[in-house]
């Protein structure tokens, strides 16, 4: 895929302003919920149906008692092994010609099978339209020539996209030089991801971020192997149905049968 | 700022000390991170950890109020570690001056001080002059009554101990500023402070500047690339409001608001003109009268004559001694003197301390003009909780304002860059600019005093009063060229030595400051802006030009820097007496041949080692020179710790004068304090966020408000233990004024202090939020807490250190 991009979020850059999180929802025209604080800045408290990117807040206190404030833009990670365009029924989630997953609200049936299966619990359930919503990486931007909402709003160079090994050449030269517990996250598993992570502190210390993000093992059995064993199977009965019809013809009433009752006398 | 918000990313080192720059300034925190890609320290001292600390190679916690005893012990370390820059500091300051004999500091008081009218007779504040009038110099620093002597002896007191007791900051925390700030004494290396309203917002909030700019004289920061004193001004766009002159004391371009004993021009101009008789002093002041009756011709035109003093009666007159800030107008609110009131893009019921006194003197107006975008806590005060409208006799009219995007203007950023906006979309309704809304009410006042007559009708109807374009709506092109002056009538200037002759013709408009005459043939609304326009009448303020031609992100073709599109103002000081740059890789300005390359410099006069046409760097200054000794403040000429007037202290650790002498206090039943009372423990302080905007007509914006939809108390985890508060929970915070209910917000970013001995609990909260909306809000305007008191200069309130009392709701 020679169009393939990865929007790289550089945490060390990060001031929290959450101007990407309005720009998503201007952009997207999301609604806004009334909410309430419950003890931090971090609000909505986790991504919803009408909230597609959210800077998560988080007090830390390293090794030596020092605080930090860590913030992370959390979102789709439009993963290339994406669980949930693996699991829809409908094809509604799929993968553009630039690496993201997109969505096709119409196809959507609301059967929730992507909730289960994203590792990053991103996809949302919306009860009254009876859809999921995410982002989509601003797929008509990107078709436009233009970055995401939330690239574009970002005064400090956190969010950039680019291609693909560009973009891992930044992240890795940015790594390299914060130095400490500084890693690159998203490029070794779900055969990598579109939303790639400077972090600045080891992947174990972020809220919600998994070590090791994967697809559910029920999905990966359901999709490998007993889905398409019960396709070979399903598939097996019709055409042994087929071969029966052909070779024996249609089931026809017995040749015995009376046209009369038995009791004449 | 002395500097641009660019040049932050030339800096080695940048001081975050009373701004929470990344939250309230995010756009200009770009660059400080550019800086830090360079490899720049950047330090952040604050009461609380904030989202500006968590981009900051480290945080410094420090007791809110404090920030003088903090600087001054940083001047004593830059002294007794020699981390001057020597030759800035023997040539561009004061500091080889020689004090008066007479002038003396003792326990808190400097010589001079009436203490029944609260203010200081400075005339022992002087250096000592020959009898050219030119001060006596000492250039070796050794002579004790010197003002380096003198700076040195009055922060001999500042001892690392002394103020790690006052401030909360331990030992090392000082150290490790003072050295990392300290080392950009260097000639090639530069620090820059950037400040905002953690400092402006204190009884002593004006010395507190003062004490960081004589740091950055000491360290010879001020004129360069990466240093200066980089003041980030407040959302309002402050910048251009205080540019011109949206203040009581000033008039545009920074000129003095006269006083009624000042009744004739010659004896304003008199007052205010700067003299000096060193020829080595560019003494730009002396030019003030040019600048005084271009700005009478631009209010009055052609009615402003010389025969009439240009219009100055007709200038409105402060009464002497008298002072208008909102402070006082609030007072006298509250006291029932005042009947009409305009409120302008205002919120005081919200903005303003002491909320109760504010509100209460609301209802006592007769009438109020809120112009606004929205409905808010001012315009509806007559309805708010606990009110009964039947009560209350003022008439309020709500008159729809236009936003900013919705107008065409210039709008004027924290590095003087004006930049020109075009109107994107269009007002709702019946909505208007302000300009045309003052345009439509001032059109009408004319009008009732040419049918009725009316006191002091000269200064009304004799106003230029032609801003108004084809629709009759306010024309802002109209006003920027008024503001930027033009040629009243055909000026030919001949140069007797050259015989070129320099044409210009009525109505063009002037291309500089410089051109401005006393004598009416010039007209300036605001000296400082001349040269936004040149005199073909080409709008410079619409430049967008991306050159960079010295590489240090001057931009000289991106809109219009004033002064005369000066970037880095000051920026003489960046070069020695002989004209060499300091830093010779950031080469701001060089002496070449015969002149300046690189920015435009501070006058075009050779470098200070040409004895005959040579100048000296600060040419505002009327001595040429920085000042590191300086009278001009109403509280004394060295920054000296003082508490807030509310703090939790009863003695002041560093003099017997607990509070800065000169602050006014108020005296209304509603002014209570509660100093060092065990009733009201916590320090408390106020802030903004980046989600909403000052008093919060940004809660009418829902995404801005799912973000930050309520009042909170920040209160550390040790202090919410003790009370057994925990996150989330609802609770009331109250000082002697009144009290809130809100949610505590239990944080790991505020730590208690230690102060003389004692555990000082810090707690902070937001000022933005009010009762009049979202609907179901509660009235958590902090400012119901807050004092009314304020800096003893600016009268600026010190809304950042009071004393408060928290429990469950």
Known sequence: MSQELIKLIDLSRCTACRGCQVACKQWNELPATRTKNTGSYQNPPDLQWNTWTLIRFQEHEDRSGNVKWLFRKDGCMHCT???????????????????????????????????????????????????????????????????????????????????????????????????????????????????VYVLPEKVEVYDHLPKHPQIPLQIIVWKEFLKPAGLLVAGAVVAGAFLHYITHGPKMPEEETTSEGGNKS | MTNHYIDLKN??????????????????????????????????????????????????????????????????????????????VKYYTNASQIVSADYDFQDGLFAGFDAEK?????????????????????????????????????????????????????????????????????????????????????????????????IQLLLGNMGVCGGGINALRGEPNVQGSTDH???????????????????????????????????????????????????????????????????????????????????????????????????????????????????????KLKWMVNVNLFDNETASFWKAPGVDPKLVDTEVFLLPASASVEKAGSQSNSGRWVQWRHRAANPPGEAMSDGTITMLLMDAIRALYREEGGACWEPILNLKWDYRNSLGRFDPVKAAKQINGHYTKDLVIEDKTTGAKEVNRKGETVPSFAKLMTDGSTSCGNWLMAGS?????????????????????????????????????????????????????????????????????????????????????????????????GPGMVEGPFPEHYEPLEGPLAKNPLSGQLLNPAI?????????????????????????????????????????????????????????????????????????????????????????????????????MPFNYGWRFPEGATDASANYLTPSVGDANTFCPEYKAFMVNISKA
């Not at chain 2, 001060?135 to 922060?155: A, I, S």
């Not at chain 2, 709008?539 to 073709?557: A, C, H, I, Q, S």
């Open chain 1, 81 to 195: 092994d994406a669980a949930c365009a693996k699991v829809c029924p409908t094809e509604a989630l799929y993968h553009t010609e630039f690496g993201n997953v997109s969505l096709n609200v119409d196809k959507c049936i609301g059967c929730k099978a992507c909730v289960f299966a994203c590792p990053f619990g991103v996809p949302k359930f919306n009860a009254a339209t009876n859809k999921i919503y995410k982002c989509d990486l601003c797929y008509t931007r990107l078709q436009g020539n233009q970055p995401p909402a939330c690239v574009q709003s970002c005064p400090t160079g956190a969010l950039q996209i680019g291609p693909k090994a560009a973009m891992l050449d930044k992240a890795y030269k940015r790594v390299k030089a914060l130095g400490g517990d500084a890693s690159v996250y998203g490029d070794k598993f779900v055969d990598g991801t579109h939303v």
């Open chain 2, 533 to 629: 326009f040149d005199q073909k009448g080409e709008n410079k303020m619409m430049k967008r030009g991306k050159e960079d031609p010295t590489g240090l992100g001057l931009y000289p073709e991106w809109g219009y820097a004033w002064p005369l599109n000066r970037r880095i103002i000051y920026n003489r000081a960046s070069c020695d007496p002989q004209g060499r740059p300091y830093n010779p890789k950031m080469k701001l300005l060089e002496w070449v041949g015969d002149k300046w390359v690189g920015d435009v410099a501070d006058g075009p006069w050779p470098p200070l080692a040409d004895k005959e046409k040579g100048k000296l760097p600060f040419i505002m200054k009327a001595d040429g020179v920085g000042a590191i000794f």
């Open chain 2, 664 to 764: 006014k206090i108020f005296k209304s039943d509603l002014d209570k304090v509660a100093n060092a009372d065990q009733q009201y423990p916590y320090v408390c302080t106020t802030y903004s966020c980046t989600e909403h905007w000052c008093s919060g007509f940004t809660r009418w914006q829902p995404w801005l408000l799912e973000m930050m939809p309520e009042a909170y108390l920040e209160i550390g985890e040790k202090l919410a233990e003790k009370l057994g508060i925990k996150n989330g929970e609802r609770i009331k915070v109250a000082s002697v004024r009144g009290g809130v209910e809100c949610v505590a917000m239990v944080t790991k970013r505020l730590k208690p202090f230690e102060v003389e001995g004692k555990v000082i609990h810090q707690v902070g």
């Open chain 2, 245 to 363: 002159a949206i203040l009581y004391n000033i008039l545009p371009g920074y000129l003095k608001m006269p006083t009624g004993s000042l009744d004739t021009l010659a004896k304003y101009n008199d007052k205010y003109t700067s003299k000096s008789t060193d020829p080595q002093s560019a003494n730009w002041y002396q030019n003030y009268p040019k600048y005084t009756v271009s700005f009478l011709k631009a209010m009055w035109g052609d009615e402003a004559t010389a025969e009439n003093d240009f219009g100055y009666s007709w200038l409105p007159k402060m009464d002497d001694g008298k002072h208008h800030s909102i402070l006082h107008t609030i007072d006298a609110m509250y006291a029932g003197k005042i009947k009409g009131f305009f409120a302008y893009g205002s919120n005081i019921a919200v903005s303003s301390p002491n909320s109760t006194k504010v509100r209460k003197g609301l209802q």
């Open chain 2, 11 to 88: 800096s080695d080192c940048i001081l975050i000390m009373g701004s929470n720059a990344a939250e309230n300034h995010p756009i200009a925190f770009k660059w400080i991170l550019r800086a830090k890609d360079r490899g720049a320290k950047i330090i952040h001292v604050d009461p609380r950890y904030t989202r500006t600390s968590a981009r900051c190679d480290y945080h410094v916690p420090l007791r809110s109020g404090t920030d003088i005893a903090f600087l001054g012990g940083m001047i004593k370390y830059i002294i007794d570690n020699n981390l001057i820059q020597e030759e800035y």
């Open chain 2, 118 to 214: 609260r203010s200081y007779n400075k005339k022992t504040w002087t250096v000592e002059k020959d009898d050219k009038g030119i001060p006596v110099r000492d250039y070796t620093l050794e002579n004790p009554r010197c003002v380096y002597r003198m700076l040195q002896k009055h922060y001999d007191r500042y001892t690392l101990e002394k103020v790690s007791s006052i401030t909360g900051v331990s030992k090392d925390n000082l150290l490790k500023v003072y050295k990392e700030y300290g080392a950009t004494g260097a000639p090639d290396k530069a620090g820059t402070e950037c400040y905002a309203l953690g400092w402006t917002h204190h009884t002593t909030g004006s010395q507190i500047i003062r004490a960081m700019s004589i």
